[in-house]
Antibody, heavy 117, light 109 residues
Framework: QVQLVQSGADVKQPGASMRVACKTS????????VTWVRQAPGQGLEWLGW????????NYGHNFRGRVMFTADTSTDTAYMELTNLRSDDTAVYYC??????????WGQGTPVSVSS | QTVVTQEPSLTVSPGGTVTLTCASS?????????VNWFQQKPGQTPRSLIY???NKHSWTPARFSGSLLGDKAALTLSPVQPEDEADYYC?????????FGGGTKLTVL
């Protein structure tokens, strides 16, 4: 069965960088993309961007360009999201989700990240 | 930047029908907006319900349907069940990016 399993919760200081891993299984990793989404406490969902695993093409959300980067390791079927220069308002749960042809279907369990001094 | 607007909250009785909508600041929502709909219950991961406006996933209950309604996308639930109480989000595609709506809190009582 399709599964996306994310790395565990993290605590970061302002100005630091964070990286979330999204380990996939149950499907051909390179045939799909991975979308990244976050949700601040008590807030709605926010789209961070998307990576096409096969081509490596990426689209980043306007609010995150220059601070976020998506990568993928096809040897381990794992996608990664890195966010730099963290601020307190980056405190959120970060999600990965499988995506192809405008269809976002399976989600990871979420990774809570707290940014605090 | 594109703003996607949903009703902040709606209330419906069990067994009733409710329609949630998703509007864009860019103009009419069309099939080319490829709208997805998600359900999220408190403390849970979002669950995908609808993709490309009206297509259901294998796990989507039959009482959920997606459509275009005038210049908006719509998610209709009929008949509503108590377990449908949740937050619902639309995801709208425009100019190579996606934007989430602010979400609708659906109360069933």
């Amino acid at each position: 069965q399709v599964q996306l399993v994310q790395s565990g919760a993290d605590v970061k200081q302002p100005g630091a960088s964070m990286r979330v891993a999204c380990k996939t299984s149950g499907y051909i990793f390179s045939n799909y993309g991975v979308t990244w989404v976050r949700q601040a406490p008590g807030q709605g969902l926010e789209w961070l961007g998307w990576i096409n695993i096969q081509s490596g093409h990426r689209n980043y959300g306007h609010n995150f360009r220059g601070r976020v980067m998506f990568t993928a390791d096809t040897s381990t079927d794992t996608a990664y999201m890195e966010l730099t220069n963290l601020r307190s308002d980056d405190t959120a749960v970060y999600y990965c989700a499988r995506d192809w042809e405008y269809n976002v279907d399976y989600w990871g369990q979420g990774t809570p990240v707290s940014v605090s001094s | 930047q594109t703003v996607v607007t949903q009703e902040p909250s709606l209330t419906v009785s069990p067994g009733g029908t409710v329609t949630l909508t998703c509007a864009s600041s860019t103009g009419a929502v069309t099939s080319g907006s490829f709208v997805n709909w998600f359900q999220q219950k408190p403390g849970q991961t979002p669950r995908s319900l609808i993709y490309k406006t009206s297509n259901k996933h294998s796990w989507t209950p039959a009482r959920f349907s997606g459509s275009l309604l005038g210049d908006k996308a719509a998610l209709t639930l009929s008949p509503v069940q108590p377990e449908d109480e949740a937050d619902y989000y639309c995801l709208f595609y425009y100019s190579n990016t996606w934007v989430f709506g602010g979400g609708t809190k659906l109360t069933v009582l």
